[in-house]
């Protein structure tokens, strides 16, 4: 009878705002995480980041101090892609470019053991897209985190056809032992579930702004007000990152060949200026050092 290896230690490829967030939920479920980036400065952002967003949590009672400075000694940081061999899983969360992360995978295969479950947390980029370049296909998948990972509670895991019943199911577990709900997918689709549902009132979003019938301000206001949605599409895409937006939909262009899917003209003159979102400072909105709106602040 073959024993299933147990996930003891967790590993996270990327230091920006979901590997960050990623880490620090697996940390929190008493898990020892090792948060891996190839930049110094990116790690250190990083552990910033979520102080200051751990610290908020701590102040407003929504966590005790104690439960926080257990979950910091659980992560170590380091830029060394070899720290990770010891990790029982490894997930997922750079730029979402194919050829990057087929190299990142591609690396990590040669350095962790068999039992090792390999997950990228992307949304478009599905993991049968990467498994010709790992040893063991039958243990990857995608196991897909939503932004804000430490406020959002679902997760998709989806099984590819390389994808084993038992990764699978181990990958299920896991999510339910960090206090998330998971959500199998049994076969592959670009986007997912909820990003394909979300990628429609995007488009139209970005269609009704870009021919004139609304400003984006009025559009989101549309989305809280009558569809009860907490936040609006262009305040969304500057929450997520617009570069993400604009990756994803030039990745979903490449497949498709459709010029329907390529990314709108207005996210990528915003991505051309650098105006990323939140993370930059503007993007369809104007933020402070401290990610908030300025005409909210004003």
């Given at each position: 009878?073959?024993?299933?290896?147990?996930?003891?230690?967790?590993?996270?490829?990327?230091?920006?705002a979901m590997g960050s967030q990623i880490a620090m939920v697996c940390a929190l479920a008493g898990y020892p995480v090792i948060l891996q980036d190839i930049e110094h400065k990116q790690l250190g952002e990083s552990s910033q980041t979520l102080r200051e967003l751990m610290d908020k949590k701590v102040r407003k009672g929504r966590l005790p101090s104690e439960e926080v400075e257990d979950a910091f000694s659980n992560i170590t940081y380091t830029t060394n892609l070899n720290d990770l061999e010891s990790a029982d899983i490894i997930i997922e969360a750079?730029?979402?470019?194919?050829?990057?992360?087929?190299?990142?995978?591609?690396?990590?295969?040669?350095?962790v053991p068999r039992h090792t479950v390999l997950a990228t947390n992307s949304s478009t980029i599905v993991s049968s897209k990467l498994v010709d370049v790992v040893s063991y296909p039958e243990k990857m998948c995608n196991i897909h985190f939503f932004n804000p990972a430490l406020v959002m509670d679902l997760v998709e895991v989806v099984q590819g056809e390389h994808t084993s019943g038992e990764t699978a199911e181990k990958c299920m577990n896991f999510v339910r032992s960090i206090r998330k709900t998971p959500v199998l997918l049994k076969k592959e689709i670009s986007g997912f579930i909820a990003n394909r549902i979300l990628g429609k009132l995007m488009d139209e979003a970005v269609w009704l702004y870009e021919n004139g019938y609304a400003t984006h301000e009025e559009i989101d206001l549309?989305?809280?007000?009558?569809?009860?949605?907490?936040?609006?599409?262009?305040?969304l895409m500057d929450l997520t990152g617009i570069d993400v937006n604009y990756f994803v939909r030039k990745q979903r262009y490449e497949e498709s060949g459709d010029p329907k899917d390529k990314p709108a003209s207005i996210v990528a003159d915003k991505v051309a200026k650098g105006e990323l979102g939140r993370k930059t400072g503007k993007g369809f909105y104007e933020y402070n050092e401290q990610g908030k709106r300025i005409e909210e602040t004003v």
């Amino acid at each position: 009878m073959v024993t299933v290896q147990a996930i003891k230690t967790v590993g996270v490829v990327g230091a920006g705002a979901m590997g960050s967030q990623i880490a620090m939920v697996c940390a929190l479920a008493g898990y020892p995480v090792i948060l891996q980036d190839i930049e110094h400065k990116q790690l250190g952002e990083s552990s910033q980041t979520l102080r200051e967003l751990m610290d908020k949590k701590v102040r407003k009672g929504r966590l005790p101090s104690e439960e926080v400075e257990d979950a910091f000694s659980n992560i170590t940081y380091t830029t060394n892609l070899n720290d990770l061999e010891s990790a029982d899983i490894i997930i997922e969360a750079i730029v979402e470019k194919l050829e990057v992360k087929r190299e990142l995978f591609y690396q990590l295969s040669q350095i962790v053991p068999r039992h090792t479950v390999l997950a990228t947390n992307s949304s478009t980029i599905v993991s049968s897209k990467l498994v010709d370049v790992v040893s063991y296909p039958e243990k990857m998948c995608n196991i897909h985190f939503f932004n804000p990972a430490l406020v959002m509670d679902l997760v998709e895991v989806v099984q590819g056809e390389h994808t084993s019943g038992e990764t699978a199911e181990k990958c299920m577990n896991f999510v339910r032992s960090i206090r998330k709900t998971p959500v199998l997918l049994k076969k592959e689709i670009s986007g997912f579930i909820a990003n394909r549902i979300l990628g429609k009132l995007m488009d139209e979003a970005v269609w009704l702004y870009e021919n004139g019938y609304a400003t984006h301000e009025e559009i989101d206001l549309v989305c809280k007000k009558a569809l009860n949605h907490p936040i609006g599409p262009f305040a969304l895409m500057d929450l997520t990152g617009i570069d993400v937006n604009y990756f994803v939909r030039k990745q979903r262009y490449e497949e498709s060949g459709d010029p329907k899917d390529k990314p709108a003209s207005i996210v990528a003159d915003k991505v051309a200026k650098g105006e990323l979102g939140r993370k930059t400072g503007k993007g369809f909105y104007e933020y402070n050092e401290q990610g908030k709106r300025i005409e909210e602040t004003v």
